[in-house]
């Protein structure tokens, strides 16, 4: 082994402080964030207005339309609005059609617009009729001598 291949006292000394001012600076950076917390000397970046509650703007995204087609479905929050376009082959050139576009601002207000069986009325009746049984009905309890345990189990003995 040659001495060109271990440093000097004055390199090692040298590296050594390289080293240790480093570890300092990242220390105090480290220290200067722990102080500050959540309070920032920036404004935040904020590109546009957050709404109150809830989602808001418009969302694009895809989805079947028939078999072997593919459309992408726009829905916008604030008007109320869902619109999807599909891709037609025009002369050998893709483009962008229009297919359907709706408001659903009025739906809400349909109790039973096209919709399957059981309808809401179904629906509300058996709530109804659930709500006013006794509650010593809805599930038998299995008693200590079988009565009340369902036909071929027994109720567990002491």
Do not use: H
């Not at 050594?16 to 309070?39: D, K, M, S």
């Not at 025009?90 to 399957?116: E, P, Q, S």
């Amino acid at each position: 082994m040659s001495a060109e291949s271990y440093p000097t006292p004055i390199q090692r000394a040298s590296g050594n402080l390289a080293q240790w001012l480093i570890v300092a600076l990242l220390a105090a950076i480290a220290g200067g964030l722990w102080l500050r917390g959540e309070q920032s000397g920036l404004p935040a970046a904020v590109a546009q207005n957050a709404g109150l509650a809830g989602a808001r703007g418009v969302y694009a995204f895809t989805g079947p339309i028939d078999r072997d087609q593919y459309g992408l479905f726009m829905l916008d929050v604030d008007e109320g609005t869902v619109w999807c376009y599909a891709f037609d082959n025009v002369d050998g050139t893709r483009k962008l059609r229009l297919v359907a576009a709706r408001t659903w601002v009025y739906d809400r207000y349909l109790k039973d617009f096209n919709c399957a069986a059981p309808d809401f009325r179904t629906v509300q009746q058996l709530v109804s009729e659930q709500r006013s049984r006794p509650t010593s009905e809805s599930v038998p309890r299995p008693s200590r001598d079988g009565a009340g345990s369902p036909p071929g189990r027994e109720a567990p003995g002491p």
